[in-house]
Nanobody, 125 residues
Framework: VQLQASGGGLVQAGGSLRLSCATS????????MGWFRQAPGKEREFVAA????????YYADSVKGRFTISRDNAKYTVYLQMNSLKAEDTAVYYC???????????????????WGQGTQVTVSS
């Protein structure tokens, strides 16, 4: 299984970026997808997740209302639309693939089996 994240970059505060994560190796539509991030000197933290059906999403409080996770099962790709970016959003963003997770466990990094390599997002203030 491979996950390839892309779309990171440098953006000014208040701007937007769209991250993509293309996957291969197993049937995409069967698995929960998540985004996590890790800032320098900090632990990896949950950002957003979407169930395999695409019907349910889950967000960290810090990004709720600004970020939107979506998926295209035909393209084996998950997206993270990030709007109204803040300096504190600066981090390496990782996509991850898990099993058929329930909502109460989607925030746990340990629930995900495979991880992408990460893409850097830098927000200048």
């Amino acid at each position: 299984v491979q996950l390839q994240a892309s779309g990171g970059g440098l953006v000014q505060a208040g701007g937007s970026l769209r991250l993509s994560c293309a996957t291969s190796g197993r049937t995409f539509s069967r698995y929960t997808m998540g985004w996590f991030r890790q800032a320098p000197g900090k632990e990896r933290e949950f950002v957003a997740a979407i169930r395999w059906t695409g019907g349910s999403t889950y967000y960290a409080d810090s990004v709720k209302g600004r970020f939107t996770i979506s998926r295209d099962n035909a393209k084996y790709t998950v997206y993270l639309q990030m709007n109204s970016l803040k300096a504190e959003d600066t981090a390496v963003y990782y996509c991850a693939q898990g099993g058929r997770l329930i909502m109460s466990t989607m925030w746990r990094a340990s629930e995900y089996d495979y991880w992408g390599q990460g893409t850097q997002v830098t927000v200048s203030s």
